[in-house]
């Protein structure tokens, strides 16, 4: 696998949200390997930091959600959150699943897929700065990080990326409703970031073709019906983040057919 997000060669590039996360829990390594089976191009991955410091891979800000357990992220140690069950919320033949760590998920599938990181920030500067740096040193055990995207809704927290490592691909985040940006590509550009990601929100041919212009690769999350992908292949995306990456390839596959040639 030698997938580039520098250079990826071909679109629009499959990237299954919180690994395959329609058909096994998301953000477990079951979810990542399900991508990999489902021939996704890339995975994409929440992390936080716990009270330890440890890179946590999970969406929210605390386990209720997705395990048996109570607690914020924040609050916890890595010990303590390795006890919980994080499969049988979703069906209990993943009962079992644990919240895994960014290195256990690099460790199973680097070299596998395209890694997407989406680092979610936390309330202080000061934890942030450590998940950053934490971040960047357990990349520094890889030779080649060309399959890594580093990317966030929070603008501070790619800029310490950038300030530390020139080479690293990174993906600005766009939501309104997360982070009102007045001129997104512009503010993508600033940033050095070769990504923007889109919601579904704000996708639009305008914006796509703002992007291009000025060599800006454009994702859109999170695509999970014909509908919404026909839309966004309409607008020529360079990426699309789906749940079921399967069935979205599936589905591309039949688009691209009965488009005219
Ligand atoms: O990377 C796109 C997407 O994951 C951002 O939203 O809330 O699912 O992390 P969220
Ligand atoms: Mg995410």
Same mark, same amino acid.
């Given at each position: 696998?030698?997938?580039s997000?520098?250079n990826?060669?071909?679109?629009? !590039? !499959?990237?299954a949200?919180?690994?395959?996360? /329609?058909s /096994?829990?998301?953000?477990?390594i079951?979810?990542f390997? #399900? /991508?990999?089976?489902d021939?996704?191009? /890339?995975i ?7 009270l330890?410091?440890h890179?946590?891979?999970i ?17 916890l140690?890595?010990?303590?959150i390795? $006890? ?15 919240? &895994?760590?960014?290195?256990e ?6 070299? %596998?897929?395209g890694i997407? !990181?989406e680092?979610?920030a936390e309330?202080?500067? $000061?934890?942030?700065?450590?998940l950053?740096k934490?971040?960047?040193?357990? *990349?520094k ?13 929070n #603008?501070?927290?790619?800029e %310490? ?10 993906g ?6 997360h982070?009102y940006l007045?001129? &997104?590509v512009?503010?993508t550009m600033? *940033?050095?970031?070769?990504? *923007? ?8 041919? $305008?914006?796509?073709e703002?992007a291009h212009d000025v ?7 999170t ?6 992908? #026909? %839309?966004?292949v309409?607008?020529?995306?360079d990426? !699309?983040i789906?749940?079921?990456p399967?069935?979205?390839r599936?589905?591309?596959e ?5 488009? &005219?040639?």
């Amino acid at each position: 696998m030698n997938f580039s997000w520098h250079n990826p060669n071909f679109k629009p !590039i !499959i990237i299954a949200h919180r690994g395959s996360s /329609a058909s /096994a829990p998301e953000n477990t390594i079951a979810s990542f390997l #399900k /991508a990999v089976e489902d021939q996704s191009d /890339a995975i994409e991955l929440d992390i936080r930091i716990s009270l330890d410091h440890h890179l946590i891979v999970i969406h929210d800000k605390s386990i209720n959600r997705t395990t048996n357990g109570r607690g914020y992220i924040s609050k916890l140690n890595l010990d303590d959150i390795k $006890r919980y069950d994080a499969g049988s919320w979703f069906d209990p033949q993943y009962a079992g699943e644990k919240i &895994p760590t960014l290195s256990e998920v690099l460790n199973i599938c680097k070299g %596998k897929v395209g890694i997407n !990181i989406e680092i979610k920030a936390e309330a202080d500067n $000061r934890t942030d700065a450590i998940l950053v740096k934490n971040c960047l040193s357990e *990349l520094k055990r890889y030779r080649n990080n060309d399959d890594i995207l580093i990317s966030s809704f929070n #603008k501070k927290i790619l800029e %310490k990326i950038r300030e530390e490592n020139s080479n690293i691909s990174l993906g600005y985040l766009y939501d309104p409703i997360h982070n009102y940006l007045r001129n &997104p590509v512009k503010q993508t550009m600033a *940033l050095g970031a070769g990504y *923007l990601n889109v919601s579904n929100r704000v996708v639009g041919k $305008r914006l796509v073709e703002e992007a291009h212009d000025v060599g800006v690769r454009v994702g859109v999350y999170t695509v999970n019906t014909l509908n919404q992908l #026909k %839309k966004v292949v309409q607008f020529n995306v360079d990426a !699309i983040i789906t749940n079921d990456p399967s069935r979205t390839r599936q589905m591309l596959e039949d688009i691209n057919k009965k488009a &005219p040639k």
